[in-house]
């Protein structure tokens, strides 16, 4: 079954999987760029030998300045547009195809996220391949090609069992999170007048789903950084052990302070822009058709 939705603006007609893709990519990518210092030093703790975040986060400016903790943000900003864009729009088109199904909301919402997570993972495994190569080096010159030329084209996509774990399992508990939160926060009931209201529970719903799914994801991430990072980890289950009998269970939350205290900002921001950049489509004073293809 194919389900499109056109919204109707002044006489245009919008798919609407086309709006959701457009702020996604928008959101998406200013999200990351203001999180991506807390990023470098998540990675870095992750990678380092028990340093905290604050003596690496000192170490990095006296060596390579401020801007050592923006190494490699062009690739994640730029990447993350695409990224961002098909989550939210594979996301927002399969709740509007739950929506034809009886089920509840949570569970509507989980298997969008899950879904989003399974089309995203292809965009996201190379793109953040590279990224965390950028972030663990302060020196050498990393890119799609060397890599390409190293390793083969496959090359970039090491870590792709893991990274689709971590997909499904985040946005699978970031977005259910997120529908149960405005639903608490009862935020689709408030008026016009009551904006600023809604803009702030749209961030507090944002990055507090953004904590929760990083909660429930963040030891597959360590897996994936680990096998990215480091050619001769090349399967998800055995260095998943090879972590756990070399440095014990508290291997797999190594770095979720910071990873935390950036998720808050980074989800709350996405999604206050993510909803606000749809907002004029939703309100639109023409109505949105709806046609089905079996």
């Not at 864009?85 to 949570?106: I, S």
């Not at 302060?138 to 084209?153: L, R, T, V």
């Not at 963040?218 to 090879?242: A, C, F, G, L, W």
């Not at 709350?268 to 079996?294: D, H, Q, R």
């Amino acid at each position: 079954m194919l389900v499109t939705e056109n919204a109707n603006l002044y006489g245009f007609q919008i798919p609407k999987t086309a709006i959701d893709f457009a702020a996604g990519v928008v959101s998406g990518s200013i999200g990351v760029f203001v999180g991506h210092p807390l990023d470098t030093l998540r990675i870095r703790v992750q990678l380092s030998n028990s340093k905290p975040m604050l003596e690496l986060a000192a170490e990095t400016c006296a060596k390579e300045g401020v801007r050592g903790l923006y190494k490699g943000a062009v690739a994640p900003v730029i990447g993350r547009a695409p990224i961002s864009g098909v989550t939210m729009a594979a996301n927002d088109y399969c709740l509007r195809m739950m929506n034809y199904f009886n089920m509840g909301e949570n569970l509507k919402a989980t298997i969008a996220g899950v879904f989003a997570g399974i089309v995203s993972t292809p965009i996201c495994c190379p793109i953040e391949h590279i990224k965390i190569r950028k972030q663990a080096y302060s020196n050498g010159n990393i890119s799609y090609k060397s890599i390409a030329i190293q390793e083969g084209f496959s090359g970039l996509f090491r870590g792709l069992t893991p990274t689709l774990t971590r997909e499904i399992l985040g946005n699978g508990s970031f977005f259910a999170s997120y529908g149960y939160l405005k639903r608490v926060f009862k935020i689709d009931q408030l008026s016009q007048n009551n904006q600023s209201l809604k803009s702030l529970y749209i961030f507090l719903s944002g990055g507090l789903g953004g904590i929760l799914s990083w909660i429930a994801c963040y030891p597959m991430d360590i897996v994936k950084s680990v096998m990215q990072n480091n050619p001769e980890h090349t399967n998800m289950m055995r260095t998943y052990h090879y972590l756990l009998s070399r440095h014990g269970y508290k291997v797999f939350f190594k770095g979720l302070g910071p990873c935390l205290i950036r998720a808050f900002p980074v989800h709350g921001v996405t999604m206050l822009l993510y909803e606000w950049m749809k907002s004029p489509f939703e309100n639109a004073e023409y109505p949105i058709n709806c046609e089905m293809f079996g």
